[in-house]
T-cell receptor, first 109, second 113 residues
Framework: RKEVEQDPGPFNVPEGATVAFNCTYS??????FFWYRQDCRKEPKLLMS???SGNEDGRFTAQLNRASQYISLLIRDSKLSDSATYLC??????????FGKGTSLLVTP | NAGVTQTPKFQVLKTGQSMTLQCAQD?????MSWYRQDPGMGLRLIHY???????DQGEVPNGYNVSRSTTEDFPLRLLSAAPSQTSVYFC????????????FGPGTRLLVL
């Protein structure tokens, strides 16, 4: 089983829609969780960290379920500029970040 | 601040050639790492460094060497290029361990013929 698994998509949604991505991780000892965004042919950039209590940043909400070992990202009121690949990232401690393969989102007019 | 810079942006090599991918950061970060990204794969860690003079292997280290003589620079050397090393290479840095936000360079696209 891969350490971090994501549905690759693509998710095609119209502007204004709400879309949710899930990610599962296999190592129960994982300590830190993140969502990164990667635009086509660009470097990944941190979108948000994911905290146990859940956290929100504008239109983006991230949640962590340690018991079920999954992380979610909810995007409300999708914009064309949200089109990108979203990477789920898990740190099981120390220096090793494990990246999911990413979920592709395309927001259409 | 320039952040994390990488050179070259693009490179074509022939099988068996060697080359060095350069990475530099001006944020005084202790932790630096190299990843490769292939289609259908997540980013995979090649080597990392937790400070000047200290390096260690990641998930896919074979065929690559690194050194860290200064805090700022972390070059990646391909010893004898193979077509399987065709990939996009990203350098990243962070203040301390991998649990912190990692800042990525713009990447080097490498094609090995």
């Amino acid at each position: 089983r891969k350490e971090v698994e994501q549905d690759p998509g693509p998710f095609n949604v119209p502007e204004g829609a709400t879309v949710a991505f899930n990610c599962t991780y296999s190592n129960s000892a994982s300590q830190s969780f993140f969502w990164y965004r990667q635009d086509c042919r660009k470097e990944p950039k941190l979108l948000m960290s994911v905290y146990s209590s859940g956290n929100e940043d504008g239109r983006f909400t991230a949640q962590l379920n340690r018991a079920s070992q999954y992380i979610s990202l909810l995007i409300r009121d999708s914009k064309l500029s949200d089109s990108a690949t979203y990477l789920c990232v898990v740190n099981r401690g120390g220096y090793a970040l494990n990246f999911g393969k990413g979920t592709s989102l395309l927001v259409t007019p | 601040n320039a952040g994390v810079t990488q050179t070259p942006k693009f490179q074509v090599l022939k099988t068996g050639q060697s080359m060095t991918l350069q990475c530099a950061q001006d944020m005084n970060h202790e932790y630096m790492s190299w990843y490769r990204q292939d289609p259908g794969m997540g980013l995979r860690l090649i080597h990392y460094s937790v400070g000047a003079g200290i390096t260690d292997q990641g998930e896919v280290p074979n065929g690559y060497n690194v050194s860290r003589s200064t805090t700022e620079d972390f070059p990646l050397r391909l010893l004898s290029a193979a077509p399987s090393q065709t990939s996009v290479y990203f350098c990243a840095s962070s203040y301390s361990t991998g649990g912190e936000t990692q800042y990525f360079g713009p990447g080097t696209r490498l094609l090995v013929l």
